[in-house]
């Protein structure tokens, strides 16, 4: 997401490593809820499934797979070269496990430096080589600590310019070369050669360039040979106004078409502006999914379970990102209530991901 996936739950701790454990169970499916039409899911915080009884009822019961919001970026997980902290990651992975929900690993690679982004550790390593291996060893150990227990990974995560389609010249282009992203997508499939590999972008449904981009980024990595199952649209609707109608399924059906499979998985509509108010917020989650439904998603995540916990309402974050500033505090993005109760945008959703819906 731009600026910075935020969260004040950091989940960090500095373990050793711990050994790997393995699963022979394929992690491959993309078939949703039977009582859906595309699987929903939620970003979820590992600590309050733990402490919180209801949010993890909740959970278990409205949602078919989980998103561990921070727990598996390396700014978290991997707080030096040589350690690891597994505590919210695994967490995550056991209750998806005992519930029979699916898990999307987020992320393994991303160029951002500030908020969850690239850890400062990572960012210090300026010679080509080490900071190649300490990448390449890093996913390796990740996915493979987690075969066969996460379906798919967000293994690149943002790799275009905040608002053009062009390749960001981001720290692993500048120390891995042009082509890290194939040779990042290679060492997960190593790693894990059942879990699906996605790439994850955000802005393409408001900035048709960014959305040209994204598509032809796809075919030459398709073109290539490239181990790529699939494409994430972020789609934090935190631009005031409407969604340009066909915003997301006119590239979700050119993604398509390139062999991938496609989801939002990043959503978020913030509500409270002068242009967005209750019900167009209803409506425009409506329309997020009725577009992702109609152009053939496999999947509708939502960027957090309660607006009790979403990233937006950040102070640290609202003093760095001017256009939030549009949205009052709460800014209440989500489809249940700080009391954990379903807004009226959770039934709009759950109208359209319904069979017929």
Known sequence: MILG????????????????????????T????????ARLGAAVTAKRLESDPAYAALVAERFDSV??????????????????????????????????????????????????????????????????????????T???RYRGRVQRWDVVNEPLNPLDGDVHRNVFVERMGPDYIERTLKAARAAD???????????????PAKAEGLVELVRGLKAQGVPL???????????????????????????????VEVAVTEADVPGGSPNRDAAAQEAMWRQVAQECV????????????????????DPG???????????????????FDENLKPKPAFQAVEDVLAPGG
């Open 193 to 207: 050669p059942n879990a699906e590999l996605w790439i994850n972008e955000n802005g393409t449904e408001y900035l």
């Open 317 to 335: 974050l609202r003093q760095t990102v001017p256009f939030l500033a549009a949205f009052p505090v709460p800014t209440r993005p989500l489809l």
């Open 142 to 144: 990740q996915v493979g």
């Open 67 to 140: 998103t561990p919001e921070n727990a598996m970026k390396w700014s978290v997980a991997r707080p030096t070269a040589t350690t690891w902290d597994w505590t919210g990651a695994d967490a995550a992975v056991d209750f998806a496990q005992r519930k029979g929900l699916q898990v999307r690993g987020h992320t393994l690679v991303w160029g951002q430096p500030s908020g969850n982004g690239i850890p400062a550790w990572l960012d210090a390593m300026t010679d080509p080589g080490e900071f190649t291996a300490a990448v390449l060893d890093g996913i390796t």
């Open 229 to 259: 199952d699939g494409v994430g649209l972020q789609t934090h609707l935190f631009v005031d106004g409407p969604l340009r109608a066909g915003g997301i399924s006119d590239v979700v059906g050119r993604l398509r078409a390139l062999g």
């Open 294 to 313: 109609s152009s053939g998603c496999v999947e509708l995540t939502v960027w957090g379970v309660s607006d009790a916990d979403t990233w937006l309402d």
């Open 5 to 28: 996936s935020c969260s004040s739950d950091r989940e960090a701790s500095t373990q050793p490593a711990a050994t790997t454990p393995t699963s022979s169970t394929s992690a491959t």
């Open 30 to 37: 993309s078939v949703p809820s039977p009582a859906r039409t």
